[in-house]
């Protein structure tokens, strides 16, 4: 298993490789959270290209063009060293990250805390639900992950209300949804929630909205409002780094 540092090495080499390109990236799942302090070991790089031009094959294809350490493997190859999986704006309904909203944590670009937060209860009920027995386990970890990134935001002062208003309203509506689903099913997260805003007339989007301080719509910058269409589910492929060749 690849330690923190060497994911940390394999994220700043591909996020290079998309910068020649004029890509913007972020960084989502168990690299992200830790980047935030939650303290479960990642196993894998997961990448958001910041990108509606390029289908995830052409990404694939810039990474290993670009740096031989990178090859492509079957998704499930039980012998891949590690895991690069690049995802982008619209699978997994991942929706658009202006350049501004991205955090650079230790030199590596994270996915906005809020936005990782939601993200991650979307893989809670998703890993919950799976009719694949093998990812129902996952839960579990996101469950990890989701109660230290509450206390990372109530530590950081950032509330539902302040930081998801660029967010698009369903993606938003979705993540209310979860979050009620997840104080039914762990009652002793209700104080957490609380201390990021939910229940203190969050709960929807005109919540949300009407929370915040802008009056508004249309003074959210013009490129936050930017909603990309949803896409299919991605083929099973990832780009592979062996560390032997870092």
Request: hydrophobic share 40%.
């Amino acid at each position: 298993m690849a330690t923190t540092s060497e994911l940390h090495d394999i994220a700043k080499k591909a996020a290079r490789i998309f910068a020649r390109y004029g890509l913007g990236c972020c960084l989502t799942g168990g690299v992200a959270c830790a980047l935030y302090g939650t303290t479960r070991s990642p196993n894998g790089v997961d990448l958001v290209v910041l990108t509606s031009e390029h289908e995830q094959e052409e990404l694939k294809r810039m990474l290993v063009a670009a740096d031989a350490q990178f090859y492509l493997v079957p998704s499930k190859d039980p012998f891949a060293t590690y895991k690069v999986d690049l995802l982008a704006p619209g699978i997994m309904h991942i929706p658009d990250v202006p350049a501004r909203r991205v955090e650079t944590i230790r030199g590596l670009p994270a996915m906005p805390l809020m936005l990782l937060l939601l993200m991650k209860l979307q893989a809670w009920t998703d890993h919950r639900d799976s009719p694949k027995h093998y990812m129902r386990p996952k839960q579990w970890d996101d469950v990890h992950d989701i109660a230290q990134l509450l206390d990372v935001a109530a530590a950081r002062g950032e509330t539902l209300g302040a930081q998801t208003r660029w967010l698009p309203a369903d993606f938003v509506d979705a993540g209310m949804r979860r979050i009620r689903e997840h104080v039914a099913s762990f009652p002793e997260t209700k104080a957490k929630w609380k201390a990021v805003g939910y229940g203190h007339g969050v709960g929807s989007r005109a919540a949300v909205t009407s929370a915040s301080a802008l009056s508004s719509r249309q003074q959210i910058a013009p490129e936050e409002r930017r909603v990309l269409p949803t896409r299919t589910t991605p083929r099973n492929w990832s780009a592979h780094c062996g560390l032997d060749d870092l």
